[in-house]
T-cell receptor, first 115, second 116 residues
Framework: AQTVTQSQPEMSVQEAETVTLSCTYDTSESDYYLFWYKQPPSRQMILVIRQEAYKQQNATENRFSVNFQKAAKSFSLKISDSQLGDAAMYFCAFVLTGTASKLTFGTGTRLQVTL | GAVVSQHPSWVICKSGTSVKIECRSLDFQATTMFWYRQFPKQSLMLMATSNEGSKATYEQGVEKDKFLINHASLTLSTLTVTSAHPEDSSFYIC????????????FGSGTRLTVV
């Protein structure tokens, strides 16, 4: 079974600064997707960024980027120029391709953004 | 695009009654719907996977008779919590895989269920 581990229950960052959220996963498969989802106080799940395992290039979306280390099974999220609206729970998630497509979520990291 | 509308957003019911939660895909066909439960400050726990026209597949430890899932059409999936008890109080979220994208998922806005 696949597992996703987020070792940082809470993180804090000052506005305009950069923060990195950690995620590791465990799988014996080679074809999969990785995601970072944001869950603000409204509790609506919002896709932040996704990465296909076969792509070596790290995905980026504006202020959000990932550091995907396939051999180390690591998938960290970097948020640059943090904004107050970035405060939320962040979940790392994993799905194997060609399967029932069930997402496996990590335990989440609560990000606080301070002035 | 690819919106899942979930209703109700919150519901309070008496112990012993049943509650139905609906998830509708508004602009795409959701052949597969996932139902999650989320306790406060915790992650999403997958309860079951439903495929249109067939029986749902439940995760280990989830009571099939308590959490009835119906996916009768490509645009509607429902979760019925039967004979609800206070311990069923939780946040329930549905999600669909959007097949027009490569492993893109869209989530409903969630339902907060309180059983009194």
């Amino acid at each position: 079974a696949q597992t996703v581990t987020q070792s940082q229950p809470e993180m804090s960052v000052q506005e305009a600064e950069t923060v990195t959220l950690s995620c590791t996963y465990d799988t014996s498969e080679s074809d999969y997707y990785l995601f970072w989802y944001k869950q603000p106080p409204s509790r609506q799940m919002i896709l932040v960024i996704r990465q296909e395992a076969y792509k070596q290039q790290n995905a980026t979306e504006n202020r959000f980027s990932v550091n995907f280390q396939k051999a180390a099974k690591s998938f960290s999220l970097k948020i640059s120029d943090s904004q107050l609206g970035d405060a939320a729970m962040y979940f790392c998630a994993f799905v194997l391709t060609g399967t029932a497509s069930k997402l496996t979520f990590g335990t989440g990291t609560r990000l606080q953004v301070t002035l | 695009g690819a919106v899942v509308s979930q209703h109700p957003s919150w519901v309070i019911c008496k112990s012993g009654t049943s509650v139905k939660i609906e998830c509708r895909s508004l602009d795409f066909q959701a052949t597969t719907m996932f139902w999650y439960r989320q306790f406060p400050k915790q992650s999403l726990m997958l309860m079951a996977t439903s495929n249109e026209g067939s029986k749902a597949t439940y995760e280990q430890g989830v009571e099939k008779d308590k959490f009835l899932i119906n996916h009768a059409s490509l645009t509607l999936s429902t979760l019925t919590v039967t004979s609800a008890h206070p311990e069923d109080s939780s946040f329930y979220i549905c999600s669909a895989r959007v097949r027009s994208t490569n492993y893109g998922y869209t989530f409903g806005s969630g339902t907060r269920l309180t059983v009194v």
